[in-house]
């Protein structure tokens, strides 16, 4: 069984259609949350992802559409964008986006999603190995997907010492899951944070238990002027091009 992984697509259409059209044959779509927010296409991402009956948990940029959280939390231009997405999505796309858990074990117990982290699945950004050391207490499962932070990398459990170390995450290699505990991040679709404008997603082959993280080019121009038409805010626009 072939699992297409996927993270914060953040109502960026373009992108995700790129990576669906680049990701393979696969049986079923895992997402981390975050399908809204930022981008110009909230409606048709959330229709899109839903027609593939994905896994899917919810994100802190969901809640914010659906008043679950309160915006005050957010910075003024991602508490712009949850406004204009909020007045954006219809009732039937709200509804499934409040009918997202916060944190799924799958798989035989052998993955948990969620968006943040096993502790504090919607806030909490995982962005050190110490961090995720303590996280490797709040999950039962080999394996636990997170996003969020919008930037990949593998943490890895040493049971002699409790210790976390980080790790990159290969580019078009396989990652084999069966060893170590870990915690993996897949990156994001569509608004990448690392350096790297182009979208990511990972391939999980659950018969191998490999994990493959890739890359791939859209076309960021598209999103951005679907961005500017819709009048979201400029600083939203640009990062696309930097990735960051
Ligand atoms: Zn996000």
Not at 157 to 165: E, G, L
Request: glycine share 4%.
């Amino acid at each position: 069984m072939r699992i297409l992984i996927v993270s914060d697509i953040h109502a960026n259409l373009v992108a995700f259609e790129t990576v669906l059209r680049n990701a393979g044959d696969f049986d079923r779509i895992w997402c981390l949350g975050d399908i809204v927010g930022y981008g110009p296409e909230p409606n048709t991402c959330v229709e899109k992802l839903r027609a593939f009956d994905p896994i899917c948990v919810a994100g802190n940029h969901d809640w914010a559409v659906l008043d679950k959280l309160d915006l005050e939390e957010f910075n003024p231009d991602a508490r712009r964008a949850a406004i204009w997405t909020r007045d954006q999505l219809d009732v039937q796309n709200l509804d499934w986006l409040h009918s997202l858990p916060e944190q799924l074990p799958t798989q035989a117990e052998r993955f948990t999603l969620t968006h943040g982290s096993p502790r504090y699945p919607i806030w909490e950004y995982v962005l050190t190995p110490a961090v995720a050391r303590i996280n490797f207490d709040f999950f039962d499962t080999h394996v636990c997907l997170i996003g969020h932070t919008h930037v990949p990398v593998l943490y890895r459990y040493h049971p002699d010492d409790h210790s976390a170390t980080a790790e990159t995450l290969p580019e078009d290699i396989p990652v084999t899951l069966e060893s170590d505990r870990m915690m993996i991040n897949p990156g994001s679709v569509g608004q990448p944070r690392d350096g790297d404008a182009r979208a990511a997603f990972a391939i999980l082959d659950l018969d191998e238990m490999m994990l493959t993280h890739h890359r791939v080019e859209y076309n960021i121009v598209a999103t951005q002027l679907k961005m500017a038409e819709a009048k979201l805010p400029a600083r939203l626009i640009t990062r696309l091009s930097y990735g960051w």
